[in-house]
């Protein structure tokens, strides 16, 4: 979920854990739910383009003047 706030940006979501062949030694990256908030300067925004690849989220905010 990404919620475009007043002076934030919320992003939330579940992390999965991978399940490929072999054991885990080692996880550094947590999975499960988590949640960012992300402070936005002064102004009002809209959400131009959202995209997710690969793991790697890509918000495009514009200013709404």
């Known amino acids: 979920d990404v919620l475009l706030e007043h002076s934030s940006l919320l992003v939330r979501g579940q992390r999965a854990l991978g399940g490929g062949p072999g054991s885990i030694f080692c996880l550094e990256i947590p999975y499960g739910r988590f949640e960012r908030r992300i402070a936005l300067p002064y102004g009002s925004y809209r959400m131009q383009d959202m995209q997710l690849e690969h793991g790697c ?5 514009g200013r709404i003047t």
């Open 57 to 61: 989220l890509r918000l495009v905010l």
